[in-house]
């Protein structure tokens, strides 16, 4: 049994590092290349696993390259796949994901490859109603949907990483508890100007416990239904971005398993995110539970 479930995108990516990015049709050499797991949901459970809790992940993958490749990763990691589903003859989710030196910025080109639907069987829905936390992305959204009714009915919490405008997000974000988009999902579904107002908006329409929108390099919003409070973002100097996010959300569901209230995983969820960006690799790069706690006090914030 695990705190921490998972459905959604489990990627296999190759990052490549370059000085900058090239203009089209020509040539430019790379600074490195290295071959990571990638995804929200599955990121965001190793960086549970790597701060001390148990996680486990909840899905399909193929028996290819990037199937393999993925169930080792999460087993390097302390991440659960018992109960994850293995599908020959498919090609797995990859991305080629640019991390240009000059701007700390990424570019992502991904094949979403053709595994068949995760579908949750008698086991998946026990492990479900076991845990502490179901965490969501948006991927796989008929099993997600399913598992957090699931959850709903079962005082099971769910955290929904609203990362993109996924078709059928309006089916999933009832369920949330945890509802943390990024600012990019937050304006674009309510069609506000500011986060305050769309973290409003979103709280009225889904009534969560609390909605967190992230605005990466600026921090993010906090708010509960009664009070907002913006949290900010840790200074670092940034290697690579790409899973900053992902981590993010598993660093606020790690912070729900330890006790913490909702404003102070704000807090320690920045502070580890940043840190993972002062390395390449979204999963290797997550710090320790010690490492994130003297991070947080040399920047005077005490957990």
């Not at 590092?17 to 020509?26: A, F, G, L, R, S």
Request: charged residues 20%; aromatic residues 10%; proline residues 4%.
């Amino acid at each position: 049994m695990s705190k921490v479930v998972g459905i959604g995108a489990c990627v296999m990516d190759t990052l490549i590092t370059v000085p900058n990015y090239p203009t089209e049709d020509t040539k430019l050499r790379a600074t490195s290349s290295k071959i990571a797991g990638g995804g929200p949901v599955s990121t965001g459970l190793v960086a549970v696993s790597k701060l001390g809790e148990s996680a486990e992940y909840l899905g399909i993958l193929s028996d290819d390259n990037g199937g393999d490749f993925l169930r080792k990763d999460f087993k390097k990691y302390g991440v659960g796949t018992d109960n994850t589903v293995t599908r020959g003859g498919y090609r797995s989710f990859t991305s080629v994901i640019w991390l240009s030196e000059n701007s700390a910025s990424r570019t992502c080109v991904f094949d979403k490859g053709d595994l068949p639907p995760f579908e949750l069987n008698i086991i998946h829905k026990q492990q479900i109603k076991d845990a502490d936390i179901l965490m969501v992305d948006g991927n796989e959204m008929s099993a997600a949907v399913e598992g957090a009714k699931i959850a709903n009915e079962n005082g099971v919490k769910v955290l929904y990483d609203a990362g993109g405008l996924y078709d059928g997000v309006e089916k999933l974000l009832p369920y949330a508890d945890y509802l943390i988009p990024s600012k990019e999902f937050a304006l674009g579904h309510t069609g506000e100007k500011t986060v305050e107002d769309a973290a409003k908006k979103l709280f009225s329409l889904y009534n969560p416990l609390v909605v967190v929108i992230t605005c990466g390099k600026d921090g993010g919003y906090c708010f509960d239904g009664e009070k907002g409070t913006f949290y900010p973002v840790y200074p670092v100097e940034v290697l690579d971005s790409n899973g900053s996010g992902d981590v993010f959300h598993g660093a606020f569901a790690a912070g729900l398993c330890k006790g913490y209230d909702t404003l102070k995983c704000c807090h320690f969820a920045s502070a580890v995110s940043a840190l993972k960006c002062t390395g390449v690799g979204a999963r290797e790069s997550v710090p320790s539970f010690q490492q994130v706690e003297q991070f947080l006090k040399e920047n005077g914030y005490e957990l």
